[in-house]
Antibody, heavy 120, light 110 residues
Framework: QLQMQESGPGLVKPSETLSLTCTVS??????????WVWMRQPPGKGLVWIGS???????YYNPSLKSRVIISVDTSKNQFSLKLNSVTVADTAVYHC????????????WGQGTPVTVSS | QSVLTQPPSASGTPGQRVSISCSGS????????VNWYQHFPGTAPKLLIY???QRPSGVPDRLSGSKSGTSASLAISGLQSEDEADYYC???????????FGGGTKLTVL
């Protein structure tokens, strides 16, 4: 089964760019059978979808974050990444990467997440 | 405010059956299937139910899901102490072209 591990700085200063990487094992990130997803959970709040990237590079983002988000894939490293610019304290959250099966099942599996705090 | 609506809490005693509801809209649950996750803070949310009522391998059959119209529910029978966790519903939203989630339900086993 596919497994994912998030990595990146745990502390980011306001107005700077948050950069996270998700390393995929147990399968190829180039497969057309999956697409790749990021979500986050602010402290004490629910889960929020950030965006997705599909085979071929097509992306979709949550409208509330769209102007600040870029999701990309690095096939040479079997990784995909999240960049969120101009962060504020409201971006403090646990960030999870996930894999969604590109079939009728709707299955999405998530990594354990990595906490990011935005603070000066 | 979450796009899907769940009760913030639920509880039951060992052996009981509990149900958690999830309400959405025509663009989410009304047109697409529902997933359910169990989440312990600091860990990966675990997929319990997909496609409304399908269980991945390893998920016991005392967990079941259903959907009707723009609502769905997760039922846990034979409640066990290990079931105490946060539960989230999720669905694809056609207008968002992305996933929407419920606010989560904290299940307490009394």
């Amino acid at each position: 089964q596919l497994q994912m591990q998030e990595s990146g700085p745990g502390l980011v200063k306001p107005s700077e760019t948050l950069s996270l990487t998700c390393t995929v094992s147990g399968g190829s990130i180039s497969s057309s059978s999956y697409y790749w997803v990021w979500m986050r959970q602010p402290p004490g709040k629910g889960l929020v979808w950030i965006g997705s990237i599909y085979y071929g590079g097509r992306t979709y983002y949550n409208p509330s974050l769209k102007s600040r988000v870029i999701i990309s894939v690095d096939t040479s490293k079997n990784q995909f990444s999240l960049k969120l610019n101009s962060v504020t304290v409201a971006d403090t959250a646990v960030y999870h990467c996930g894999v969604a099966y590109y079939d009728s099942s709707g299955r999405v599996y998530w990594g354990q997440g990595t906490p990011v705090t935005v603070s000066s | 405010q979450s796009v899907l609506t769940q009760p913030p809490s639920a509880s039951g005693t060992p052996g009981q059956r509990v149900s958690i509801s999830c309400s959405g809209s025509s663009s989410s649950i009304g047109r697409n299937t529902v997933n359910w996750y169990q989440h312990f803070p600091g860990t990966a949310p675990k997929l319990l139910i997909y496609k409304n009522n399908q269980r991945p391998s390893g998920v016991p059959d005392r967990l079941s899901g259903s959907k009707s119209g723009t609502s769905a529910s997760l039922a846990i029978s034979g409640l066990q102490s290990e079931d105490e966790a946060d539960y989230y519903c999720a669905a694809w939203d056609d207008s968002l072209h992305g996933w929407v989630f419920g606010g989560g339900t904290k299940l307490t086993v009394l």
